[in-house]
């Protein structure tokens, strides 16, 4: 009986090439990922990994990071939002107005502005889901839309700054309880806890996959990986603790990415949008209300584009008519070459934000390198269009 089970568990081991084939995008993405931070490593003379770097590389991308959570969504149900960055540039307007010319309290505007946000994604949810009209030539009317309601809010002008309070969204660092010099103890502490609650998570993944016999992957390899993870986080925790500590909005940014990945993989509409982005009809006959999922979809990055919008604002400490320019292409981008599939129904959070951060890398290492802006867009575009080619190579050959 032992001789049976035991080989029942080894065949349901997976060989480390099976492993990769099955897992071909995440794993492929994660090692392009560290495989560009070392060559930007080398390339800047060990500047990419210096603390304040890091520091900054996760302030400049956070409300990328943010858009892209409901940028993935939008995508995998099929569709396409453009007007991201109009919507988040006219946020910060107008919570600049409101703020800065208007003097209302900055809470009562985060919550407004939070609420315009959801408001313009339901309008343009509504149009697509109800009236089927194309998701790109409604977003696109909203990008021109909004980005004129931004110059005409600020009349053209730049408003700031805003208040330190408003400020530390974005630019403010969670404080140290130890008050240690030299070294933020408490960005440790946490970045030991995050490491011991994804062992755990990771042991119990495993151990239900056993138990109903799924196909695992193997224990030394399962080994690597938590240890390689943790070292990461802990290594990246100990660069930004040498600094200031972890920045407020990665506390925010780290929730949403929590929240959105247990909605996308442990929910019942999170599965649905991957079935309405799979096939629509099949979804449909099933009985998923898929009208009412594209709305939520669209509505949901509309008060993600809105929150992004704030912390941008924060983070420049003034609102421009030109903030949020060309943000979408970063959003759509970062989906696409984090394994977002172009006609729906694949991608994952950890994905988008992988593909988040080998753009940003990109941008910073290119940046450090004294690369022209020219020459980023091109690279920037060859690597987008790399990682369409790719999905679309696999699903062919599969």
């Known amino acids: 009986m032992s001789s049976i089970s035991s080989a029942s568990k080894q065949s349901n081991t997976l060989s480390l090439g099976d492993l990769f084939k099955s897992n071909i995008r995440q794993y492929g993405m994660l090692i392009a990922l560290i495989a560009i931070m070392i060559f930007f490593q080398f390339s800047t003379d060990g500047t990419l990994l210096r603390p304040l770097n890091i520091t900054n590389l996760v302030l400049q991308n956070s409300y990328i990071i943010i858009m ?29 107005v409101m703020i800065v010319n ?15 946000g959801a408001a313009i994604g339901a309008a343009q949810g509504y149009f697509i889901a109800f009236f089927k009209i194309p998701s790109f030539i409604v977003t696109l009317g909203g990008m021109l839309v909004f980005r004129g309601l931004s110059l005409s809010i600020l009349k053209g002008q730049s408003v700031g700054p805003f208040p330190k309070a408003f400020q530390r969204i974005s630019s403010g660092f969670i404080p140290d309880i130890f008050g240690a010099e030299g070294l933020h103890v408490t960005s440790i502490i946490l970045g030991a806890i995050v490491s011991l609650i994804l062992i755990y998570l990771n042991i119990r993944t ?9 196909d695992t992957e193997p224990f030394w390899f399962f080994l690597f990986k938590n240890i390689a993870v943790t070292g ?33 993989t442990q929910t019942t509409i999170g599965r649905r949008v991957y079935a309405l982005g799979g096939n629509e009809k099949a979804a449909k006959l099933s ?7 594209t709305f939520y979809t669209f509505m949901n990055l509309g008060l993600l584009a809105a929150l992004a919008g704030l912390v941008f604002a924060a983070r420049l ?6 903030a949020g320019n060309a943000f979408e292409l970063d959003v759509i981008a970062a989906c696409f070459i984090g394994g977002a599939s172009a006609t729906g129904g694949v991608g994952t959070i950890i ?24 020459f980023q867009q091109v690279i920037k575009g060859l690597v987008l269009l790399a990682a369409v080619f790719f999905d679309v190579y696999n699903k062919n050959k599969a």
């Open 68 to 96: 892209a959570l409901g940028m993935l969504l939008v995508i995998v149900a099929g569709h396409i939002d453009l007007s991201v960055g109009s919507v988040s540039g006219f946020i910060g307007a107008l919570a600049a």
């Open 206 to 214: 495993r151990q239900n996959q056993q138990k109903y016999q799924f």
């Open 351 to 374: 994905g988008a934000v992988i593909g988040a951060f080998i753009m940003g890398v990109m941008n910073n290492g290119m940046s450090i390198m004294g690369v022209g802006i020219d």
């Open 232 to 264: 990461a986080i802990m290594y990246l925790t100990y660069l930004m603790a040498s600094y200031k500590g972890l920045p407020n909005v990665l506390i925010i940014m780290f929730a949403l990415i929590v929240l959105y990945t247990f909605v996308t």
């Open 287 to 293: 009985g998923v209300k898929t009208e009412r999922l």
């Open 317 to 322: 400490n003034t609102a421009t008519p030109k």
């Open 102 to 116: 208007g003097h209302v309290n900055f809470v009562l505007a985060i919550i407004i502005c939070l609420a315009v």
